[in-house]
């Protein structure tokens, strides 16, 4: 980006000169290039770390405090490197392709230098003030050339965020649904690396509104109970049913239920729905058939990833500076990971359920097995109800049911299985199916299908 004997526009940080820095009489130059400023400045860890690691142990100008400084000159250069790799200049010569992005409902707002630079890191005013004259002069330099995408820090250039990448995420999650499919299902070293790199860390993730991604569930919360149905096509048989609903209207016994979205055939899991409407749905029951409803409560505090948040998350800076080296492939991580809920939500057709489900189901168990933080459920958005309905899956370990004669025919085999649900009797209540109103889309016509066809 620059010539190599350019002092200004040395990236290496810890080189950079301060030779050239006493006002020379006449001239309108500061003295902020030998400013030096301390570790506790910077209120960013990655940055603080770095100011140790170069210090040269001098008076803070900014705090007055003896502590581990480094000049502000390499500060500057640090944001600079941040600058040319994750910000883009738009203005006042626009790129074409940002023209082209301009409609977009997201489509950032241009900032300029000085706000992006306060965006970076909590710096005090005079900080980013001091480190935006230095790129300013050191980009005014005439004997400076500039290969990189902006060419000043004049007051009227802005910035954008630079557009950022999934990176090799997608690819890597074909090759992750393809092995497991047709390849190696229980026992592949690959994907476990893929999964604990996928997951790492996720409880410390957020949403631009600080909602937290892994959410708690039970008593006083937003989860603290769950709509369960049954369609039962026999009146007499619901009867029946209904004389013990604890083990009737919970999951199956461990061994006895079938695959599902998020559990593999013979692994007992609690299915439910925050709302009961949206147990119906799910049940898809038929014309003339009687669907139970009930709720469950959820007795013991539980976390859930709800990822419905994990769409919106963004990149905790706490987590990973953006002056960290590893910034954009850590940024790549979340993007890939907003995608998530599409890619374990989408709709599955009945004939392709049991190879399709395997990679949630294998999400599912992982998560299901993690050490502390623990993970007992995950939320996910209802594929049978449009609009916010949401479905909740408790895992194996969190889908134990009180029953009023304390014996739990669930927990065989699993006896340290904390009970978690606990059914409301009251809220039992019995439907009769009468009609079933399909929605749909008009995608094509006979006509068009045959012109079409014609074209290939
Ligand atoms: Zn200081």
Known sequence: MSEANCAGCDDSGENASIQ????????????????????????????????????????????????????????????????AQQFVNVWPYPPAEWLDTLHDTDCPKPRTAFEVIQSLA?????????????????????????????????????????????????????????????EARYFSQTNIDFLHEMFDGIDRHFTINGKPVVTKGGPRTRYKSLYRARVFQDFLKMNEALADPEINLGPPPHGIGQAGRMNANGISVFYG???????????????GSYVVTARFDIIEPIRLLNLSALEKAVSNTDEVSRFNPSYEKYHSRILFLRSLRELMTRPVMP???????????VIADYLSSRGEPQIHGIVFPSTQVAGKASNV????????????????????GNFSRTVTLKLNRDSISIKKITANAVKFDDVSSLASILQNRTKF
């Open 122 to 182: 909590p710096f005090h005013a005079s900080v980013t003030s001091d480190i935006t004259d230095i790129l300013k002069r050191r980009y005014a330099d005439p004997t400076c050339h500039i290969e990189g995408k902006r060419g000043d820090f004049d007051d009227d250039v802005k910035f954008v965020p630079a557009f950022i990448t999934q990176g090799q995420w997608p690819q890597t999650w074909t090759k992750f649904e393809h092995a497991l499919k047709y």
């Open 351 to 361: 004939d392709d359920e049991l190879t399709s489900y395997l990679p949630t189901q």
């Open 273 to 287: 729905a925050l709302q009961q409407r949206t147990a119906l749905s799910e049940v898809r029951p038929p014309v």
């Open 20 to 83: 050239d820095t006493t006002p020379q009489p006449g001239e309108n130059v500061t003295k902020q290039l030998t400013r030096e400023i301390c570790s506790n400045c910077v209120k960013d860890a990655f940055l603080s770390s770095a100011i140790i690691t170069r210090s040269r142990g001098n008076g803070c100008f900014y705090c007055n405090e003896l502590a581990y400084c480094f000049p502000i000159e390499n500060l500057a250069t640090l944001v600079d490197r941040v600058l």
């Open 393 to 412: 899956v408790l895992f194996h370990k969190a889908a134990r049911i009180a029953t009023p004669s304390l014996t739990d025919i669930h927990s065989e």
